[in-house]
């Protein structure tokens, strides 16, 4: 059991021993590259607000695919969830342009989790009714949320005073989440994810849900024979997972970022399966999790700037932490020994 959380440490480690490789072998000062991939991007207040304001739709997503992981359920599609929820949430935003008040706000971020609830529902339909994969019907919805947003900021949503530009009109204040901090951009969704990771730890280690979702995803036969519902535990998982998903979406858009434009995710919801991971599938751990990961975004965009590092840096190093983290996981479940020829006759 400690050796499984340690995994995810030693993992880190050899993430950033191969990461002075990677940026020697770049050409750039190994030391001075960890620094400022690494050190100081957190080296302020405002550096680690930005810290919050990565890490809240990471956490987000990592906590309702968390507990879809624990029952085997695969949803691959947290992406388009999100998307999903961001244009659900910034729909009732624009609808209402004008005319908000402090309803406003409750009501965008009720239809962002209903948004990425909807969104999640058809993989769930279609897995208890079909018996068809979630990985790959989740996983394909992604696309088709991210043409269907594509149509909607190019078209019916557009500023028709944006001078052409393929980005809605700026919400207005009632449409924003408050600042946390002052002068920074964090924002009251972090404080969402505080209630989210609760609500994870007291479903999964103090309900009998949570013990249905466990025993689904550790001992399938058992979970039968014991009349758990499988079909219900599938709708809850990906319910759930797609909610929070949204929620998160809703939260990007109400933000840091004020409006729909082309981007809304540089790929949260697929780095939340790399966090839901490496934080060992425990609400607490994810988090944790989230931040490390949050960290990697914030690490490529200041090394960019003060090196002129590339910025796929980011996908490489998370690349290799999962590469790591999978390569830690093998040697915590196995053994190499070495095999004794027979002996002959």
Known sequence: MAMAWIAPV?????TLGASLALFAGLGFPPLAAIHAYFVQPISSLRGLAELGV?????ALCALGLGIGFRANVWNIGAEGQLTMGALAGGGVALACHGSGGWWLLPAMLAAGIAGGMAWAAIPAFLRNRYHTSEILTSLMLTYVAALFHAWLIHGPLRDPDGMGFPESRLFEPDALLPML????????GALFV?????????????????????????APQAAALAGFDRHRLVWFSLLVSGGLAGLAGVVEVAGPIGQLSTTISPGYGFTAIIVAFLGRLHPIGMVLAALVMALSYLGGEAAQIALGLPQAVTGVFQGMLLFFLLASDVLVHYR??????????
């Open 10 to 14: 030693l993992a880190v480690g050899l």
């Open 54 to 58: 990565k890490a809240t739709p990471l």
């Open 181 to 188: 901090l002052p002068g920074t951009r964090l924002h009251i």
């Open 194 to 218: 505080v209630v989210a990771m609760a609500a994870a730890w007291l479903l999964l280690a103090r309900s009998f849900l949570g013990f249905q979702l466990k025993v689904a995803g550790l």
């Open 336 to 345: 190499v020994r070495r095999a004794t020829p027979p002996l002959p006759g």
